[in-house]
């Protein structure tokens, strides 16, 4: 066989392509590419190393088989050329035989021939049984290239792995549509909720900024789509069986994962969600247990993880949560009905756990004159609105319903997320844009000579607390004298300074005759308690004239990406600047030292990377502090702080990253990409 051959037979028993158009096999397929990647890559090595032996060996006793063709070809030659010498010497000795005279004369050569002939006959005998010795093993090398054994056993694998992956594949389609949420909802008579409060944040488990609104809360939802924590209620539940008392109802969307409880899931990204705990490999127990049997004590509602939710309506729990004075309060309904209003989606009222449709308008009583029997004077009416509920929406119906959410919707609900920086900040550069404003912080606190003469960037009336110069206590309670107020309500302020921080909290400096005040805005605080959110007014003095009169031969602190750390010795704001830049030496150090350790103990890597972003930490306070400075005409200040953090790393990437991140009302800005 040729070379040519030998090509042609391997590409005609490559293994067949598994391309019928059914769904038991081709959709099998395309199910093992998705669920079952790392299986189908060891199979696929294994296939290709049996193919490869396969190959090989038949390459080999292909080189073998032609070898032996070459040597029974070299003997056919060599038989041919006996006997025609043969033929030969026989037909010169019959003619001596009848001629006497010529036998006369060849007397001598006729014995000569002779030999030859015996030694020819003989050899022919030699090359006759090589020959046959040849053709056997010609045979033989033939059966073993014809040999399939190895291909037939890769098509045994293959068919094998395809006969798991069919089963494979009929289990997991049963648990698709046991994860079904409209599946859920018909199967067990029940509602999944997604609750969404107002200004309350559950810590760590949210990617969102504590104290975001319901109004935000709803674009996330409806812009991304992004992996929740459900609640089911059914006929008969309280409030005490879902999250909140306001949200989102669902008909569409992929169970992840069910708990009879809170299972405290977090979210690890706009599309990925922890599954908490309790939860096995059989989802659909998971979620019947999750539906029949939730624990009281575990928040008395269940939890269930849902991607790619679709909601089909607003709703509100008419419900209050007993024993709970904190619930007892109306739900936001006039805000929630103009969020159905704004993105088109239908209100619902939940009421003892079942759905109805609901206007919301004034009471007709309210709308009429009311009477004083005790006067015996008619008043006017006093309206109100109420909730009314109409007809009963059922789980099965309410599970045919949809609502479409147009590409464009999602797209301005994204923008107008993306824009407003609801989400917590992480990563380097997050902590980069905070250290900028820590700098502009600190210039502010050093030079508060320069926030009396600068120019007043806009004047405004103040509305918080009125500042007393002297406080009396008594029982817990402060009462000022109205002649030692130093700032009055209403009165008119100059603002001189004003910080904003990616994270939403933000400070002004107020200018009056009495001198001047600074106001802290802390970023909308988890809770319900909004006094914790409240701004908190000072009488400014500035670390140069005030508390920090004393502080002057002290150290200063400086926060790095690993917690704050001392500056090292006395620091006034003449030197300020330099003994901020010099703990890049310090960082250095540790940098070297780490480089070092981390050969032998890879665990402290981070550690390592903690110091170097500390480098970067620095550029940005130091670029922040000369921000601040050029604001109030201080050029020196500025150029000096600006030159060291260029010795870090070149301004124009500071001014890039600082473009990027923060939008135009100071927050953190993330990407879409970044979310998901």
Same mark, same amino acid.
């Given at each position: ?18 391309d019928?158009a ?99 006959e ?7 049984a ?27 694998q ?43 944040v559950?810590g ?8 975001? @609104? ?33 949200g ?13 409880g ?30 029949e ?30 024993? @709970? ?28 756990g ?8 004034? @009471? ?5 004159p ?19 509920l ?10 045919q319903k ?32 905070s ?9 502010v ?67 009056t ?8 805005f ?51 704001k ?103």
């Amino acid at each position: 066989m040729s070379a040519e051959s030998l090509n042609q037979l391997g590409a005609d028993e490559r293994l067949p392509e598994r391309d019928v158009a059914v769904p038991d096999k081709q959709t099998v397929r395309q199910f093992s590419k998705e669920q079952n990647p790392e299986e189908r890559k060891k199979l696929a090595a294994e296939l290709w190393a049996g193919r490869k032996e396969y190959f090989d060996k038949k390459r080999s006793h292909q080189e073998v088989f032609d070898g032996l063709i070459g040597s029974a070809k070299k003997n056919e030659i060599e038989v041919a050329e006996v006997v025609s010498r043969l033929q030969e010497i026989d037909e010169i000795l019959r003619e001596r035989k009848e001629s006497r005279l010529k036998a006369i004369a060849n007397v001598f050569n006729t014995p000569k021939l002779e030999r030859e002939r015996v030694e020819l006959e003989g050899r022919g005998e030699e090359i006759a049984a090589a020959q046959q010795i040849l053709q056997e093993q010609i045979s033989e090398r033939q059966r073993q290239i014809e040999d399939r054994t190895l291909l037939k056993g890769a098509r045994k694998q293959l068919d094998d792995f395809y006969a798991g992956e069919e089963r494979a594949w009929v289990e997991y389609q049963e648990a698709e549509r046991a994860r079904d949420v409209k599946n859920v909802i018909e199967r067990y008579g029940a509602y999944v909720v997604h609750g969404i409060k107002d200004h309350f944040v559950p810590g760590e488990n949210s990617m969102l900024r504590y104290g975001v @609104d319901m109004e935000t809360k709803l674009k996330v939802l409806l812009a991304f789509e992004p992996t929740l924590a459900t609640s089911t209620i059914r006929s008969g539940d309280r409030p005490q069986n879902m999250w909140a008392r306001e949200g989102a109802l669902l008909t569409g969307g992929r169970v992840l994962s069910a708990s009879q409880g809170d299972a405290a899931t977090v979210a690890t990204g706009i599309k990925q969600r922890t599954e908490g705990w309790g939860a096995t490999s059989n989802i659909a127990e998971n979620i019947r247990k999750a539906i029949e049997g939730r624990v009281v004590s575990r928040g008395g509602y269940n939890e269930l993880v849902v991607e790619n939710p679709q909601v089909v309506g607003l709703y509100v729990c008419r419900d209050y949560k007993e024993g @709970d004075p904190r619930e007892r309060s109306p739900v936001a309904v006039e805000r929630i009905v103009a969020l159905a209003q704004e993105t088109g989606l239908p209100l619902y009222a939940i009421s003892k756990g079942e759905v109805y449709e609901m206007t919301y308008d004034f @009471d007709p009583e309210s709308l009429k004159p009311r009477r004083d029997d005790f006067l015996k004077i008619n008043l006017p009416p006093k309206p109100f609105k109420r909730i009314f509920l109409g007809r009963k929406i059922s789980p099965s119906e309410l599970a045919q319903k949809s609502v479409d959410i147009s590409d464009a919707q999602r797209v301005e609900c994204a923008r107008e997320v993306l824009g407003s920086s609801p989400f917590r900040m992480k990563g380097w550069e997050a902590g980069y844009v905070s250290q900028r404003t820590e700098g502009s912080k600190m210039y502010v606190d050093l030079h508060p000579e320069a926030l009396k003469e600068a120019p007043a960037r806009y004047s405004e009336v103040y509305t918080g607390e009125p500042l007393y110069s002297q406080m009396e206590y008594s029982a817990g309670r402060s009462w000022g004298k109205p002649e030692n107020i130093i700032l009055d309500t209403g009165e008119t302020v100059e603002v001189v300074s004003e910080v904003r921080a990616p994270d939403g909290s933000w400070q002004k400096v107020l200018r009056t005759a009495e001198g001047l005040f600074r106001q802290r805005f802390p970023s909308p605080h988890f809770g319900e308690d909004k006094s914790q959110s409240q701004p908190k007014t000072e009488r400014f003095e500035g670390w140069e004239e005030g508390y920090a009169k004393s502080q002057l031969t002290g150290n200063f602190h400086l926060g790095l990406a690993g917690g704050a750390h001392d500056l090292g010795g006395p620091a006034r704001k003449e030197t300020y600047i330099g003994a901020v830049f010099a703990q890049v030496a310090y960082c250095n150090e540790q940098i070297t030292e780490l480089e070092i350790l981390v050969k032998e103990k890879p665990y402290m890597e981070s550690s390592l990377e903690t110091y170097r972003q500390s480098i970067n930490y620095i550029a940005y306070y130091l670029y922040g502090f000369g921000e601040e400075a050029e604001k109030f005409g201080d050029t020196q200040t500025r150029d000096k702080a600006w030159d060291r953090a260029a010795e870090i790393m070149p301004l124009d990437q500071i001014r890039e990253v600082i473009q990027r991140r923060v939008n135009e009302k100071g927050g953190y800005r993330i990407t879409r990409e970044e979310l998901e």
